[in-house]
């Protein structure tokens, strides 16, 4: 198991560890920075980690963010790793950018094609108490309605909601502080979704030079074979790791969570 040397934090971006910093850590949402700190800390004393956060409303916005940041920042090429929204981001940046990576790490990815993803919300309401779905049903109303309230607290209380339906058997961590920026969220969503919905998102694992390996919790309600199936086409150099008793995010689970540290152990190696 890793341990945290120490952590220093600047406008749009936390470090973690000491330089040189060779791992960037990309959170979920997107409009949601801050969700990878956990990871970043654990594996601080194995390599220097980068959290960027992600503040621009667009998909283009973001990807020209984080390579600006990864280029200031980061010794490159680098380890990208990617959880949930995060992984799409590292997906993008590795088929635009591909001098930028030496390898990109996939955790908890959406599906690459839509028929993938219809059955995800079903998934998740299916796993929560009648008093919850009611819930998530009055946040996703204020979300849908431009004068219905805080849609930036809405968000939140529905990523915390949907976060039980998409846990195996957590461990009581401390939980992380999220300020949820549903603009952001909105925005790049729909350009994300888009993408995939072209099959442009899939097309553009053609460009990706470098490995891809794709964690994935064998309860996420994201689809493992929307994940395996399109990118064992794609990619010429691409591993796939199934965690067993695992949800969406496996550094919170009792029964993974070793066995998710010691994959990202053996891909960052020693003195990376």
């Known amino acids: 198991m890793f341990g945290v040397e120490g952590e220093t934090s600047v406008e749009r971006l936390r470090t973690y560890g000491r330089p040189p910093f060779g791992?960037?850590?990309l959170h979920g949402g997107p409009g949601a920075p801050g969700g990878m700190a956990p990871v970043a800390r654990e594996l601080a004393s194995a390599a220097g980690v980068l959290e960027p956060l992600q503040t621009a409303a667009s998909l283009e916005g973001q990807v020209a963010e984080l390579t600006a940041v990864l280029e200031r920042h980061a010794t490159l090429p680098a380890t990208v790793i990617g959880w949930?929204?995060?992984a799409w981001l590292g997906f993008i940046l590795a088929a635009r950018q591909p001098s930028l990576l030496n390898q990109l790490v996939l955790v908890g990815s959406g599906p690459f094609e839509e028929?993938?993803?219809e059955a995800i919300m079903a998934t998740r309401l299916a796993r929560l108490s009648g008093a919850e779905r009611l819930e998530v049903q009055a946040l996703q109303q204020i979300l849908e309605d431009p004068a219905g309230g805080d849609r930036d607290s809405a968000l939140a209380q529905l990523g915390k909601l949907l976060a039980r339906a998409d846990s195996y058997d957590p461990l009581a961590l401390d939980p992380v502080p999220l300020k949820c920026?549903?603009?952001v969220y909105q925005r790049v969503w729909?350009?994300?979704r888009e993408l995939r919905r072209s099959?442009?998102?899939l097309e553009l694992g053609k460009q990706i030079r470098c490995p891809v390996v794709a964690i994935h919790g064998d309860y996420d309600p994201h689809p493992?074979?929307?994940v395996l199936a399109p990118l064992s086409?794609?990619?010429s150099d691409f591993t796939f790791v199934l965690l067993d008793r695992c949800g969406h995010e496996p550094w919170i689970e009792r029964h993974a969570r070793d066995r998710f540290y010691a994959t990202l152990g053996r891909l960052l190696g020693p003195g990376s």
């Open 181 to 183: 920026q549903y603009d």
């Open 224 to 226: 493992a074979e929307g």
């Open 199 to 201: 099959g442009k998102l």
């Open 190 to 192: 729909q350009d994300a």
């Open 115 to 117: 028929r993938y993803a």
């Open 233 to 235: 086409l794609t990619l």
């Open 84 to 86: 949930s929204w995060g």
């Open 23 to 25: 791992v960037a850590v």
